[in-house]
C-alpha cells in the first residue's frame, strides 16, 4: 500500500508474517501464483507516523491470524491504500475487513470483509474510494463481486449492488463533472458507472482481461485505461465526456462515438495509472517505456522512448515543478522533462537491497515513497 498524509500525520498498513514470507523477484508477474494459503501466524498492523520526523506516533494490531487467501508473489495482505478525513482514517484489508480510528489511534469501528478466490490466487488489491460521508468499496473477485458504499461515522452497509465481473484490481473513482457525482467503476467485463445510490448509469465494454489502473478526470473528460501485456488486441486508454447513459461501447473499427471523445486501442500500460499533467497525458509501461499523448485528442506527442536499463515499473508516475518522475521496482527514479520531447534529467536511486512498487504520496514539499523495508521521506531543498 501507498502512504497517505493529513497533516503532519502518515498513515500506512502492513501484515507481518510470523513464519518465512518467500522474497519476490522483480520484473514481471509471469509465474508469480502462490495459490497455497499459507498457514502461519500473521498480524495485520496500522501506523500513524510523524511528517516531519518519521518517528511512529502509535501502532495498532487490527487482526493475528492466519490468512484466508492466497496471494501473488508480488502482491501482499496488505495491498489497500487507507484513506483519511479531517475526524477518522479508514484501513481496508481484501478478505478481511475495514478498520476505522480517529487520528489518535483510538478505534471508531470495524467491519469484516469475507474472503473470496481471486484469479489464480493472486490476492486483493484495490482501495477504498471516500466521499463526504460514504465509503466505497470494489470487491472483483471470482465468486461474488459487489459494489458496496459503507457509512463513514458507523461502518454500517448503506447499499450494496451486485457486479457481473470477476476478478479485477482497480479501485474507484468519484467523477464530480458538474453535471452530476458518479462512482466510477472499471472491470475487464465492462467499465461501468453508477449514481450515489448505486443506480447504473453508463456502461463501456472493451478492456482488456485484466484491470488495475485508476480512472481520473481533467478538464471535463474522464480518463481510463487496462493494458495486460498478455493482451494482443486490447490494451485501451479511453476519454469519456460527462452525461452518458446506457451502453457507449464503441462500434468495431470506432475510436470515437457521442460518449466516448476518443480511444487508443493499444496504448494502455499494465500495472501504473497514467498521468496527465500540463496538458499531457502520460503512460509508463512496466517494461520501462514511456508515451505522451494529447489528451484532448489522444493524438500521439511521442510513442514508447525507452528509459535506462532497468527493472520494471509498478508504482505510478507523478509530475511537479516542470517534470515527471518514474519510480521503478529496483528504487531508482527517472526525473523526465515535462513537454513535447522525451529527455531524461535525472536519474535518483534508493538503497540498492530495497524493492519499489507503491506510488510515492507528495505532501506540501516533501516526498513519501514507500519501499519493501522502508518509507523514506525526500523535502525539497534539504540538501544531498
Same mark, same amino acid.
Given at each position: 500500500s501507498s502512504p497517505i498524509v493529513w497533516g503532519n500525520r502518515v498513515f500506512v498498513t502492513t501484515v507481518v508474517n510470523?513464519?518465512?514470507?518467500?522474497?519476490?523477484?522483480?520484473?514481471l508477474y509471469f509465474g508469480g501464483e502462490r495459490p497455497d494459503i499459507a498457514d502461519s501466524l500473521h498480524q495485520w498492523i496500522v501506523y500513524c507516523l510523524d511528517l516531519e520526523t518519521g518517528k511512529i506516533l502509535w501502532e495498532r494490531q487490527v487482526h493475528e491470524g492466519t490468512p484466508t487467501s492466497s %496471494?501473488?508473489?508480488?502482491?501482499?495482505?496488505?495491498s489497500e491504500t487507507p484513506v483519511v478525513d479531517a475526524e477518522r482514517v479508514y484501513f481496508f484489508f481484501g478478505n478481511l475487513g475495514v478498520f476505522c480510528f480517529d487520528h489518535e489511534g483510538n478505534p471508531q469501528w470495524d467491519t469484516a470483509v469475507a474472503a473470496h478466490k481471486t484469479r489464480y490466487g493472486w490476492g486483493s488489491a484495490a482501495s477504498l474510494t471516500l466521499h463526504k460521508n460514504r465509503l466505497y468499496l470494489v470487491n472483483d473477485n471470482d465468486e461474488d463481486s459487489y459494489l458496496q458504499a459503507l457509512d463513514t461515522k458507523t461502518g454500517a452497509e448503506v447499499w450494496r449492488v451486485p457486479r457481473d465481473e470477476k476478478s479485477n484490481w482497480s479501485t474507484?473513482? &468519484?467523477?464530480? %463533472?458538474?453535471?452530476?457525482?458518479?462512482?466510477?467503476?472499471?472491470?475487464s467485463g465492462k467499465v461501468r458507472a453508477y449514481d450515489l445510490d448505486g443506480k447504473l448509469l453508463w456502461s463501456l465494454a472493451g478492456m482488456s482481461t &485484466?484491470?488495475?489502473?485508476?480512472?481520473?478526470?481533467? +478538464?471535463?473528460?474522464?480518463? =481510463? %485505461? %487496462?493494458?495486460?501485456?498478455? !493482451?494482443? +488486441?486490447?490494451?485501451?486508454?479511453?476519454?469519456?465526456?460527462?452525461?452518458?447513459?446506457? +451502453? &457507449?461501447s464503441l462500434a468495431e473499427g470506432e475510436t470515437?462515438?457521442?460518449? &466516448?471523445?476518443?480511444?487508443?486501442?493499444?496504448a494502455a500500460p499494465y500495472n501504473p495509472s497514467t498521468l496527465l499533467y500540463d !496538458?499531457?497525458?502520460?503512460?509508463?509501461?512496466d517494461r520501462s517505456q514511456v508515451s505522451c499523448f494529447n489528451p484532448k485528442t489522444g493524438e500521439p506527442i511521442y510513442?514508447?522512448?525507452?528509459?535506462?536499463?532497468?527493472?520494471? =515499473?509498478?508504482?505510478?508516475?507523478?509530475?511537479?515543478?516542470?517534470m515527471v518522475f518514474c519510480y521503478n521496482e529496483d528504487g531508482v527514479t527517472y526525473v523526465l522533462k515535462a513537454g513535447d520531447t522525451f529527455e531524461v534529467l535525472h536519474t535518483n536511486t534508493?538503497?540498492? !537491497?530495497d524493492m519499489g512498487m507503491a506510488t510515492p504520496a507528495m505532501a506540501g514539499d516533501r516526498l513519501l515513497i514507500r519501499s519493501e523495508a522502508r518509507l523514506y521521506c525526500i523535502r525539497e531543498g534539504a540538501g544531498s
Open positions: 510470523s513464519g518465512v514470507t518467500e522474497e519476490a523477484k522483480k520484473g %496471494s501473488h508473489i508480488k502482491n501482499s495482505l496488505a474507484p473513482y &468519484i467523477w464530480e %463533472s458538474g453535471a452530476r457525482t458518479e462512482i466510477v467503476t472499471l472491470g &485484466i484491470t488495475i489502473a485508476t480512472p481520473y478526470a481533467h +478538464d471535463g473528460l474522464l480518463y =481510463f %485505461s %487496462s493494458g495486460y501485456v498478455g !493482451d494482443r +488486441d486490447a490494451r485501451p486508454i479511453y476519454a469519456v465526456r460527462p452525461g452518458a447513459t446506457g +451502453d &457507449i470515437s462515438n457521442k460518449w &466516448i471523445a476518443w480511444c487508443q486501442p493499444m !496538458d499531457r497525458l502520460y503512460v509508463l509501461y510513442e514508447k522512448e525507452r528509459l535506462p536499463k532497468g527493472a520494471g =515499473f509498478t508504482a505510478s508516475p507523478w509530475a511537479y515543478n516542470g534508493l538503497a540498492e !537491497d
